[in-house]
Every structure is written in C-alpha cells, then in structure tokens.
C-alpha cells in the first residue's frame, strides 16, 4: 500500500490518498480528520501510527505506507 500527502489550495483542505500495489485509489481522506473504517484497509488499530506518518509526510511523495 502506497500513501501520499495532496497539498489543498486556498479553501480546499489536505487530503491523504491510500493505494494499493496497483496504484489504485482505495481512499482519500482529509489530512487533519483521521478515517473512519480503517479496518477495510487493514490498518485497524494503527490510527496513532497512520496519524504520525501523515503528520510527517512531505507534499506530492509518494510512499510505501508500512506500520
């Protein structure tokens, strides 16, 4: 799985793209609210460790997500 921080624009927040090997879209979530259901992701319980990688990830990288 694959993270990557998208930069909003003046009234248009942060988002966060999750995708899988492919590089499919599997979710897409504003930065500054976690999200809901994230054991469809497989990252069930690991919301303080995504929250920290989110926190951290620099604008437009792409990234392997591995907590």
Known sequence: MYII???GKAKIPDYIQ?????????AYFR???PLK???????E??????QEVINQLPFGKIQALDI
């Open 18 to 26: 999750l995708r899988d090997d492919n590089f499919v879209l599997i």
């Open 5 to 7: 921080k998208v930069k």
């Open 37 to 43: 259901n994230l054991d469809k992701y497989g990252l």
């Open 45 to 50: 319980g690991k919301e303080e460790a995504l």
């Open 31 to 33: 930065a500054d609210r």
